[in-house]
Every structure is written in structure tokens, then in C-alpha cells.
Nanobody
């Protein structure tokens, strides 16, 4: 069973930055896609950013130009760099890894890391 552990969350003032990390217990090269999601209180979980095995990235419109996603295959870690943070970015941020095989699909989730942005 693959485990994902997020870290790097915290309390930051608006316009500040944070870098979240998602460390996997296995090689991240086995995953087709790794994504970051977030969920604010009373709201649905939403996709924030994703990076494919080949390094192609995509972002939600709300974070484009402010967030970047990257991966360090040697460290089995994916990063979410968040700049110019806004109070509406406050949420619990989750890492998700997806693996697709001919026989099965696998989805793994971390426990989340809290990001709080004060105005």
C-alpha cells in the first residue's frame, strides 16, 4: 500500500508564500498523474493542480499564475509552490496519486495539510 504524506502547510498572511510537499512511500514514477486538491469548510473538494509522469502540468483557473507544481523523482516528492496567497486559498490541501494499469486503477490520498491565509 502506497502512502502519501503532505507537509508544509501553515498560517501565512495574504500575499505570502508556502511550499507544500507530498512525499510518497514508493517511486512516483509508477503514477500516471499526481494532483493537489483542496477543501475549504462547507465546500466541495476541488482540483488545484496536477502533474503527469512526463511532467505536463495543469492548474485550476483560480490559481493560475500563482501556483506551480513540480516533482523530484529521486526524492519521490511532488511540490506545490503557492505564491501571492489569498484568504480564499484557505483550505485543507490533499495530495492524490493515480495509477492506471491494464487490470486495475489505483487512487491514493494523503491525510492533508492545512493552509490558512489571513487578510
Amino acid at each position: 500500500q502506497v502512502q502519501l504524506v503532505e507537509s508544509g502547510g501553515g498560517l501565512v498572511q495574504a500575499a505570502g508564500s508556502l511550499r507544500l510537499s507530498c512525499a510518497a512511500s514508493a517511486s512516483i514514477l509508477i503514477f500516471n498523474n499526481i494532483t493537489w486538491h483542496r477543501q475549504a469548510p462547507g465546500k466541495r473538494r476541488e482540483l488545484v493542480a496536477q502533474i503527469t509522469r512526463s511532467g505536463v502540468t495543469d492548474f485550476a483557473n483560480a490559481v493560475k499564475g500563482r501556483f506551480t507544481i513540480s516533482r523530484d523523482n529521486a526524492k519521490n516528492t511532488v511540490f506545490l509552490q503557492m505564491n501571492d496567497l489569498k484568504p480564499e486559498d484557505t483550505a485543507l490541501y490533499y495530495c492524490n496519486a493515480q495509477r492506471r494499469t491494464p487490470k486495475n486503477d489505483y487512487d491514493y490520498w494523503g491525510q492533508g495539510t492545512q493552509v490558512t491565509v489571513s487578510s
